[in-house]
């Protein structure tokens, strides 16, 4: 230990040399002749009492202190980090080498200077995956087989290491860059490093592997699967699938239909996956070739069900010779089947709209009768069957750009009474639909989610354009909307899957009726397209645009999917909620971690939805083990959510509710499942971007698997770092207790003279 006598002046030495000349100068030439008749023991006195405050207070603005300096010598460390996650068993380094194998060599072809290095520093080994574990340089080759990349997790273990007190060179990370975890595991690495760049220490990534997912050999994948939630018996349902293909140009594989056999189930028990049975109206397998290298392949299939139920479904790829992933060869689904279809009036005028929508028929499941209206002049020659208005006829009612003069009085009176007794209600836009066409003031008012304007009413002559929008409208979800049944358009990304449709041409210019009513779909620039509205056992919508039919051309599933689900929603049949104790999830799939949000509720004989009901849900894994979910109070009922969706497979729902604490109604049932995806192996691509993002971000670089020998030589050449570690203990001598009381007492004193000797 050494000690040292240090002045750290207030200001620069300049400005404190002249503020002290300047102090002494004051008390010497202001002081001494207001004292000069005072005996001369006492003038000494006063001016060196007043001297010694000046100089007091000079020295505090010189700020001495006594520095105690303490050397501490620290060990010098580097990390080696090794990536033994499953990625790295792709094949795609030299000479058909796996990453690891790669890396492996690597390390032992630098063997003699990693041996050299480790004589003047401290070199750790670890591998990792979702785990951090030491390791040796010249142990047996570790393999490959973690389950999940996670090198921001990694990275934040070894954190811990920087509070052991030795100093970090830096840290080498060798791996392919591709971060695939889950929670709690999915801790963003650029997170991780930047705390790193705060203790300065620089990380260097050794990148494995092409970014270039078809080099990263054969491998044939199930993608998506689309099928509609709820579907019903003796009707071919489709089954749309992507295969993502790659390494297999000029091979020729299978893709089967499987179908879950609940024969002899109880509605606890899963049954087996069997192929689809051949039969008219079903298509259950069909042999696909694949033409490039990279490339997503469409297909489509097709089966019949013959009894109502919930049922798993599957699209599965037969494994061909040298494919090393093949638990992507398979992606499954839920579907509920139910007894009876829908009927659906429709009544529009000539147009577009009208080519395509009634191809919802092409499901079988929905029976939909178009009936064409005249308008303008010979309006009033369209006849309107009263039988259309007879209880139970239809299901739901669509009226399209058809002025409400074309309906007796009578019609729109019994239209009403049968959408306020549970049927279905749509209006689309047009020019003689909503105020401008005239329903102002009918029974079909009430019903309308949006305000009505009897002033609105469009002519036979001109446009009148300040209640339409003629412009490109790009319709989208709202917040609301994001997750309905209606709009949900793919298992995917929903945004992006509104994103890439044709906007619509024209839109008239609606407002939400009330509080009650949700917008569930907006144009981007913010025009309300889509309203929702349900009060007692009737649904109604509201649907501004009048163009879908641009959307066939290019996105035909997605056109009938959307105007499916709307009359699905419409007639109450977007789920099994016939049961008097009702729980569903949607979607039906989830990824490993997702949380999953289930609702549920209860109702009476006539399907209205019960108060004061005490519900006990729970959710069995995949190992029987069960979990209570906790009930709270939602828009439509009741609603928890499940946070254990950890591990792949089926997930049983079962809810009983209570009132006035009897039991009743049975219990509601449901399924969902978990994707057994392989978040390592179903996209091997390497990332060599976001080595380069860690790398920058703390001061490194990414060194290549080539040129490791380079660097280990400049850290040889370098020699170890300057590990001394001087800690400083100051002292400070002009802001403690005593230097004040000096101060205090200089200047107390020599007034206490003064006015002793009847100065002022």
Do not use: C
Request: proline share 6%; no cysteine.
């Amino acid at each position: 230990m050494s000690t040292r006598f240090v002045l750290e002046p207030a200001w620069s030495w300049p400005v404190v040399a002249l503020l002290a000349i300047g102090l002494v100068a004051l008390v010497l030439l202001t002081y001494p002749p207001r004292v000069k008749h005072l005996p001369v023991t006492t003038r000494r006195m006063l001016i060196g009492l007043r001297l010694a405050a000046a100089v007091l207070l000079i020295f505090a603005m010189l700020r001495p202190e006594i520095q105690y300096l303490e050397t501490d010598t620290r060990d010098a460390v580097l990390y080696v980090l090794r990536d033994k996650s499953r990625s790295m068993t792709t094949p795609d380094g030299p000479g058909g080498k796996s990453r690891r194998e790669t890396l492996v060599s690597t390390l032992m072809t630098s063997r003699d200077q990693l041996e050299e290095l480790g004589e003047s520093l401290d070199i750790q080994y670890f591998d990792f995956d979702s785990q951090l574990r030491p390791g040796e340089l010249l142990e047996p080759i570790v393999k490959p087989d973690g389950e999940w990349t996670a090198l921001g997790f990694s990275l934040d273990e070894l954190l811990k290491e920087t509070q052991t007190g030795k100093q970090i060179i830096g840290i080498v990370l060798m791996t392919d860059g591709a971060q695939r975890a889950i929670a709690p595991f999915d801790i963003a690495p650029q997170t991780v490093s930047r705390r790193f760049q705060d203790i300065q220490v620089p990380l260097f990534p050794v990148p494995f592997g092409e970014s270039d997912v078809a080099q990263s050999g054969l491998d044939i994948a199930v993608e998506d699967i689309a099928v509609d939630d709820l579907v019903f018996v003796r009707n071919s349902v489709p089954v749309d699938a992507r295969i993502k293909v790659s390494g297999a140009e000029g091979r020729r594989f299978s893709v089967q239909l499987l179908i879950e056999d609940r024969t002899g189930r109880t509605a606890d028990q899963h049954g087996e996956l069997v192929v689809a049975s051949a039969m008219p109206g079903a298509r259950p397998s069909i042999e696909v070739t694949a033409t490039k290298s990279s490339q997503t392949i469409p297909v489509s299939l097709s089966f019949v069900p013959e009894l109502p139920g919930e049922f798993r479904v599957a699209v599965r790829v037969t494994p061909l010779a040298g494919e090393l992933r093949t638990v992507n060869n398979q992606r499954e689904t839920l579907l509920t089947v139910q007894k009876g279809g829908l009927f659906v009036k429709y009544y529009d005028t000539t147009r577009n709209e009208v080519v395509f929508l009634p191809e919802v028929n092409s499901a079988s499941k929905i029976q939909l009768n178009f009936q064409w209206v005249r308008t303008g002049e010979f309006a009033n020659r369209t006849r309107i069957d009263p039988r259309d208005f007879e209880p139970g006829r239809y299901d739901v009612y669509i009226i399209g750009d058809v002025p409400a003069k074309v309906f007796s009085k009578s019609d729109l009176r019994l239209l009403a009474q049968r959408v306020d007794e549970g049927a279905g209600f749509l209006m689309t836009g047009g020019f003689y639909s909503f105020s401008p066409g005239g329903y102002a003031g009918t029974p079909l008012e009430p019903l309308l989610p949006v305000i009505l304007d009897p002033r609105e009413i469009q002519g036979e002559g001109a446009l009148a354009k300040d209640i339409y929008y003629e412009r490109d409208l790009q319709m989208t979800p709202t917040g609301r909307g994001l997750d309905h049944y209606l709009l949900r358009l793919t298992t995917g990304d929903n945004i992006e899957a509104w994103t890439r449709l044709p906007p619509l041409l024209f839109a008239n210019k609606l407002r939400k009726k009330n509080a009650l009513v949700e917008v569930l779909a907006r144009s981007t620039d913010d025009v309300p397209l889509l309203f929702s509205l349900e009060t007692g056992r009737s649904r109604s919508l509201a649907f501004a645009g009048q163009s879908t039919w641009r959307w066939w051309e290019n996105f035909r599933d997605q056109h009938q999917r959307f105007w499916r689900q709307m009359i699905l929603w419409l007639a109450r049949k977007e789920f099994d909620s016939d049961q008097p104790v009702w729980v569903r999830v949607s979607p039906r799939n989830f990824n490993q971690g997702s949380k999953v949000k289930i609702d549920f509720g209860a109702r009476d004989e006539l399907g209205n939805p019960l108060a004061d009901v005490d519900f006990e849900a729970k959710v069995i894994d995949p190992a029987g083990k069960e979990t209570p979910i906790a009930a709270l109070s939602g828009r439509d009922g009741s609603f928890g959510e499940f946070k254990g969706a950890m591990e792949p497979g089926i997930y049983r729902v079962l809810v009983t509710a209570k009132k006035d604490g009897i039991e009743f109604g049975g219990q509601g049932r449901t399924r969902f499942l978990v994707d057994s995806s392989d978040p390592e192996l179903d996209n091997p691509a390497a990332d060599p971007s976001l080595l380069q993002e860690l790398a920058q971000q703390t001061g490194g670089r990414v060194i290549p698997a080539e040129e490791f020998d380079e660097f280990l030589d400049q850290l040889i050449t370098a020699g170890p770092p300057n590990l001394s570690l001087t800690q400083i203990t100051r002292v400070t001598l002009w802001d403690n207790w005593w230097y004040l009381s000096a101060f205090v007492l200089a200047m107390t004193t020599e007034w206490f003279v003064r006015k002793r000797r009847g100065l002022v």
